[in-house]
C-alpha cells in the first residue's frame, strides 16, 4: 500500500460530537453529529473546510490524472458551437457555447419567409444573417461565483424577453425583463421566484410561483407589466405540504394550464387565456392515488383534452373529453395495457404525440385524432433513448424529436410528419476521431433474491475484448427512485473511463421506472428495500459471471442514488473496492421526520411518513444508512461529494456519515463545495473538473489510473 492509499497519510478532521437525542415512537436515538445542521456555526465551516483539505491532501497525488481526464474532456468537446434553431414566431431561436467561456450565449435570427421550416445549418465560423445576442450569460455571470438560469422566454411577438437568475445556488431566481427592440431593462424585477416564469400569449402578463418555507413551490402569481411586484395577483395557493404547484401556457395558447401534484396524485386547474384574471375550474377533482395531465387540442372544430391518468389503469390509459365538460364523458384513444407504460401526450394542431415505455425503453409515435392509431417512430440500435424536444410551434409541419444511444452521440432529428421521413438536423460532435464502432452496448439479466429478472446496461470499448470474456474494471450505476429511469446516453467524461478499459453498467433497479409502473411500485415505501438489494445482486451477476471482480467494482449514485450507495455499503461492503457518492440522501431517516426541512411532507408519499406511522419509522430506522453504519464492516474506500447551498439534499447528510464512517475506521472522504447548488457547480468548465476529479477518484480505485 502506498503512502496516499494510507488514511493516516493526512490527518483526517475529527469533529467534536455534541449529541442529541432523538425520541420517536417509543425509540431513543443519540446523533453525535446532528449539530452539523447549524449552517452558520463557524466551528461547522471550519470543519467542511478541513473535511476539503483533507481531501485535497489524500487525493493530491491525482492532479496529474485529473487534468489528463480535463484535457481529454475538453479535446474531446467542441468548445465553439450552436444548437439546432428552434422556430417560434417570426425567428429561429438557438444557443451558442465559446471556447474558454463558462456560460451559453442565447440568440435569434430571423426567418427567411413565413413557410421557412428548415432550420439554417449554422457554423461557429459563419456570421448568421440578423442575429441578435439576446442573453449572454458570461456577461450576466460576472461577478459572481455561481450563476444559473431557471427561467427563460421570449414574448410571443418577439419584442420582451424575461430571464430569471440564480447567484447563490439556492434555485431562487430573480426575474427581470428586458426590451428587446431597444435593448433597455423595464423596471419589473420578481425576487424569490421557482424556474418556470412564463409570458401570457399577449405578452401582457407573466405568471410565475413562489415556494414556501419548505421549498415546495406553493403559489402561482399572476404580475403584469409596469405594474408593482407587491400589486400582483395570486391565481392560486395550494395549502396542502404534500403537493407541489406549477403553470403554463397550452401550446395552443387557449389555456393556462395550473398543475397541483405530489408522487401520486395530481390535479389540474384551466384558466382562460384570454382573461386571466377569472377564477381557475378544474380539469377532474383530486382523488387521492390518481395521477393525471391534460393537453388541449381542437378536434372536430371543439376544444377538447387529451388526458393520460391511471385511474383504475396501473400503467395509464389515454382518454379524450370536452375542454367544456372535462368530468363529462371519457373517449378512451388508447387503452390501459400492462407492461407498457404511456409516459405523456403532446398535443399539436393536426396531430399529437404520445410517449411510452416498453421492454425497458423509451417510444414515440404519433397518434391520429380521427382513427386514434399511434404509429411508432423506429429506430435500429437495441438500446436507445428517444423524446420528443423543443416544438413551441402549434402547426408545425415537422416534429423535433432527441435520440441517442450508450455509443451514438446524442442526435437531434426533425421527423417529417407527413412522409415519416427522420431529418438528421445535428450530431453532437465528439472529437479526438471518436468512432461508435469501436465501443459495443448490450443489456443483459440478472435475478433477483426474489426472481425478479433486472435488466443490466453494459457500454465498454471493444479493443479490450468483449465484456464477460475476462474480469475487467468496472464502474456500476444505480438510481431507483422516483420512477425515474437512467436511459441510454453517450458521455463524453465516461469516454476518459472506456479508453483505459472499464466496462460501465447501469442497474436498472426496482424504483425507477425502467419495466413500468410496478418497477416503481416494488421499490417505494415499504418495498424500498427491494432497490438495495436489486443493485447488491446485479453487482453480483457481474461478478459471478466473470465481468468483474469486487476489487475492480466501484459503484455510484447521486441524490436518492446516494442513498442506494449507503446502503449497499452496508449491505454488502465486501462487493466494491470504492462508492462515488453524490449530493447523497444518507440521513434518510432525520430528514423524513422533520416537516420543517425543504420537501420533507411531499417525500413521504415517496418514503412513507415516519412521524406519524411506527412501522414506517422502524422499517426507513433499519436502511438508513447513517443509522446503520457498522462497526464490524470492512468499508471499501468512500468518497462522498455535497455543496454548502443544496436545497435539496442538505449538505448535513453526507457530513455526518462521513464522520460516523470514520468512527468505524472507514476509509471515508468528504468533498463540499461552498458555492453550489443541487446540481454541484455551475459552469461548464467548472463541472468538466468536478467530473474529472471524481473519475480520477475512481480511475485510482479500481486500480487503473495512468
Known amino acids: 500500500m502506498t503512502v496516499h492509499d494510507t488514511p493516516a497519510a493526512a490527518s483526517a478532521p475529527v469533529a467534536d460530537p455534541r449529541p442529541v437525542v432523538r425520541s420517536h415512537h417509543g425509540d431513543d436515538v443519540e446523533d453525535r453529529y446532528e449539530w452539523f445542521r447549524a449552517k452558520e456555526d463557524a466551528a461547522l465551516i471550519a470543519h467542511l473546510e478541513a473535511e476539503n483539505e483533507y481531501t485535497k491532501a489524500r487525493t493530491s ?33 438557438y444557443g451558442r457555447t465559446v471556447q474558454g467561456k463558462q456560460y451559453g450565449i442565447q440568440c435569434r435570427s430571423p426567418l427567411a419567409s413565413a413557410d421557412d421550416w428548415t432550420p439554417p445549418e449554422l457554423s461557429p465560423e459563419t456570421e448568421v444573417p440578423g442575429e441578435q445576442v439576446l442573453l449572454d450569460g458570461n456577461i450576466e455571470a460576472e461577478g459572481h461565483e455561481f450563476f444559473s438560469l431557471g427561467s427563460f422566454e421570449v414574448s410571443t411577438d418577439g419584442s420582451l424577453m424575461l430571464y430569471g437568475v440564480d447567484v447563490a445556488g439556492d434555485e431562487r431566481y430573480t426575474v427581470r425583463v428586458r426590451d428587446l427592440t431597444t435593448g433597455t431593462q423595464l423596471p419589473d424585477e420578481i425576487p424569490g421566484t421557482f424556474a418556470g416564469a412564463t409570458f401570457s400569449p399577449d405578452g401582457r402578463f407573466i405568471v410565475y410561483t413562489t415556494v414556501d418555507d419548505a421549498w415546495r413551490p406553493d403559489t402561482v402569481w399572476l404580475h403584469e407589466l409596469g405594474t408593482a411586484v407587491a400589486d400582483d395577483v395570486k391565481l392560486f395557493h395550494e395549502p396542502d405540504e404534500r403537493y407541489w404547484v406549477g403553470a403554463g401556457f397550452t401550446r395552443s395558447d387557449r389555456f393556462l394550464m395550473i398543475e397541483v401534484g405530489s408522487s401520486i396524485t395530481s390535479e389540474e386547474w384551466l384558466v382562460d387565456a384570454t382573461d386571466l384574471r377569472q377564477e381557475p375550474r378544474v380539469v377532474w377533482p383530486r382523488t387521492d392515488g390518481v395521477e393525471y395531465e391534460s393537453s388541449h387540442a381542437v ?18 390509459e389515454l382518454v379524450r373529453v370536452a375542454a367544456s365538460d372535462p368530468a363529462g364523458e371519457r373517449s378512451v384513444v388508447i387503452p390501459h395495457q400492462p407492461g407498457h407504460r404511456l409516459l405523456g401526450v403532446s398535443t399539436f394542431r393536426d396531430w399529437g404525440v404520445v410517449g411510452y415505455r416498453r421492454g425497458g425503453l423509451p417510444r414515440l409515435g404519433l397518434l391520429d385524432y380521427a382513427t386514434g392509431g399511434v404509429r411508432e417512430i423506429e429506430f435500429d440500435e437495441p438500446l436507445y433513448a428517444v423524446g420528443s424536444g423543443s416544438n413551441p410551434e402549434w402547426a408545425p409541419p415537422l416534429l423535433r424529436l432527441g435520440y441517442g444511444s450508450f455509443v451514438t452521440p446524442g442526435t437531434v432529428y426533425d421527423l417529417d410528419v407527413a412522409s415519416g421521413e427522420l431529418l438528421v438536423r445535428k450530431r453532437q460532435p465528439v472529437l479526438g476521431g471518436y468512432d461508435p464502432s469501436e465501443y459495443a452496448q448490450e443489456r443483459v439479466w440478472a435475478t433477483a433474491e426474489d426472481g425478479t429478472q433486472l435488466p443490466i446496461s453494459l457500454v465498454w470499448k471493444r479493443s479490450f475484448g468483449k465484456a464477460g470474456e475476462a474480469p475487467r474494471p468496472l464502474h456500476l450505476y444505480g438510481y431507483g427512485s422516483y420512477e425515474h429511469s437512467i436511459e441510454p446516453g453517450l458521455s463524453i467524461p465516461r469516454l476518459s473511463e472506456l479508453d483505459r478499459g472499464v466496462i460501465f453498467a447501469v442497474a436498472h433497479v426496482r424504483g425507477g421506472g425502467e419495466m413500468g409502473r410496478q418497477w416503481y411500485e416494488d421499490g417505494k415505501l415499504l418495498s424500498k428495500r427491494n432497490t438495495f438489494t436489486d443493485f447488491v445482486d446485479s453487482a453480483r451477476h457481474l461478478v459471478d459471471n466473470g465481468y468483474t471482480t469486487p476489487s475492480q467494482m466501484v459503484a455510484e449514485g447521486g441524490s436518492a442514488g446516494g442513498l442506494l450507495m449507503g446502503a449497499v455499503a452496508n449491505l454488502a461492503p465486501e462487493l466494491f473496492a470504492g462508492i462515488l457518492a453524490d449530493v447523497p440522501f444518507v440521513d434518510a431517516l432525520t430528514t423524513i421526520l422533520d416537516p420543517s426541512l425543504p420537501l420533507t411532507v411531499i417525500e413521504w408519499d415517496e418514503w412513507g411518513d415516519p412521524l406519524h406511522n411506527a412501522e414506517v419509522y422502524a422499517y426507513m430506522k433499519s436502511y438508513s444508512p447513517y443509522e446503520n453504519v457498522r462497526a464490524d464492516a470492512s468499508y471499501p474506500k468512500i468518497l462522498a461529494v455535497t455543496s454548502l447551498n443544496d436545497t435539496r439534499v442538505l449538505y448535513v447528510e453526507p457530513a455526518k456519515w462521513v ?5 468505524v475506521g472507514a476509509d471515508a472522504l468528504l468533498k463540499c463545495e461552498m458555492v453550489a447548488g443541487h446540481g454541484g457547480v455551475s459552469g461548464r468548465y467548472n463541472a468538466w473538473r468536478e467530473r474529472a476529479f471524481e473519475l480520477a477518484w475512481l480511475l485510482d480505485v479500481l486500480g487503473v489510473a495512468d
Open 299 to 316: 378536434v372536430g372544430g371543439e376544444d377538447v383534452l387529451f388526458i393520460l391518468h391511471n385511474d383504475d389503469a396501473l400503467d395509464f
Open 659 to 663: 464522520a460516523r464512517l470514520r468512527e
Open 61 to 93: 497525488h491525482l492532479d496529474g490524472l485529473r487534468e489528463r481526464i480535463f484535457d481529454e474532456i475538453k479535446g474531446r468537446t467542441l468548445e465553439t458551437d450552436l444548437s439546432v434553431p428552434t422556430r417560434r414566431g417570426a425567428w429561429w431561436y
